[in-house]
């Protein structure tokens, strides 16, 4: 499985940007699809999950009402709509793939993605 991020960049703080995660070298039905961060010095984080088959979604808390997770099927691609930009923001965001949705919040861990993008670097300007 392959994961291509794209579609970081410099963003002024409140602007948005859509990321994509472009995920090829299986069939996804049963995957889930999330979402990580990681800014300067900190450890990483999660952002938000997509079970591919369902389209439920998984989203921490701080990001909820700002940013949507959602995918297309067609494309075998993930996207991550961020608007609402704040400088705390700022990080490389990663994509991370599974080949089985877990329940309970187990999609939020890191440890828990057995594939992962390259990241792309968004950085969100005061």
């Known amino acids: 499985v392959q994961l291509q991020a794209s579609g970081g960049g410099l963003v002024q703080t409140g602007g948005s940007l859509r990321l994509s995660c472009a995920a090829s070298?299986?069939?996804?039905?049963?995957?889930?699809i999330g979402w990580f961060r990681q800014a300067p010095g900190k450890e990483r984080e999660f952002v938000a999950a997509?079970?591919?088959?369902?389209?439920?979604?998984l989203y921490e808390d701080s990001v909820k009402g700002r940013f949507t997770i959602s995918r297309d099927r067609a494309k075998n691609t993930v996207y991550l709509q961020m608007s609402g930009l704040k400088p705390d923001n700022t990080a490389v965001y990663y994509c991370?793939?599974?080949?089985?949705?877990?329940?309970?919040?187990?999609?939020?861990?890191?440890?828990?993605?057995?594939?992962w993008g390259q990241g792309t670097l968004v950085t969100v300007s005061s």
């Open positions: 991370a793939a599974r080949p089985r949705w877990l329940v309970g919040g187990g999609m939020s861990k890191s440890s828990e993605y057995d594939y």
């Open positions: 070298g299986d069939t996804f039905n049963n995957y889930g």
């Open positions: 997509i079970r591919w088959g369902t389209g439920s979604t």
